[in-house]
T-cell receptor
């Protein structure tokens, strides 16, 4: 069964460093998403991406964040200068169409020291 | 924006018991999903159920969209059912993001 994959599973970085989180969505899906979950809290939406552009973003998704689909398979989230409060689990998701079921990857646990 | 409330926040069961988890939402939705977050933090899709009733083994779910709630039923619970159950909705008005509830933490003891 097709699934969303994410790399790395864990990432530890120093405050101020740039990180890139990678995702491979399900191959025939057109809509891509990033969510995050701070430890012990609920899952929060960051950004959605369709047709090579951002379709919606939350207040969390400020200028330190960017997304890209560099080729036909990968979808990346870049955090330009990490802060302590960026420590969280980051989930990538994809769906075949708007309003359809979103399928989540296993997550990348980011720790900022 | 749309509000999503889940109840109860915590639930402790003995193996074999049945339970009902509830999700209330404040506006009309185009998508409603139930997830199980396992101890490793992975979000496992349980149901995509914007309306109607579905069953998958010991789990079933019902969404009454007109009354803005959804129920997740777990029958004959097992220790492997332990974890956090999230309801997430996508509003009807020009949005494609899922808004998650705060979850129900389920612990099943042998």
């Amino acid at each position: 069964e097709p699934e969303v994959t994410q790399t790395p599973s864990h990432q530890v970085t120093q405050m101020g460093q740039e990180v890139i989180l990678r995702c491979v969505p399900i191959s025939n899906h057109l809509y891509f998403y990033w969510y995050r979950q701070i430890l012990g809290q609920k899952v929060e939406f960051l950004v959605s991406f369709y047709n090579n552009e951002i379709s919606e973003k939350s207040e969390i998704f400020d200028d330190q964040f960017s997304v890209e689909r560099p080729d036909g398979s990968n979808f990346t989230l870049k955090i330009r200068s990490t802060k302590l409060e960026d420590s969280a689990m980051y989930f990538c998701a994809s769906s075949s169409d708007r309003d359809n079921e979103q399928f989540f990857g296993p997550g990348t646990r980011l720790t900022v020291l | 924006g749309i509000q999503v409330e889940q109840s109860p926040p915590d639930l402790i069961l003995q193996e074999g018991a049945n339970s009902t988890l509830r999700c209330n939402f404040s506006d009309s939705v185009n998508n409603l999903q139930w997830f199980h977050q396992n101890p490793w933090g992975q979000l496992i899709n349980l149901f995509y159920i914007p309306s109607g009733t579905k069953q998958n083994g010991r789990l079933s779910a019902t969404t009454v969209a007109t009354e803005r709630y959804s129920l997740l039923y777990i029958s004959s619970s097992q220790t492997t059912d332990s974890g956090v159950y999230f309801c997430a909705v996508e509003g009807s008005y020009n949005t494609d993001k899922l808004i998650f509830g705060t979850g129900t933490r389920l612990q099943v003891f042998p």
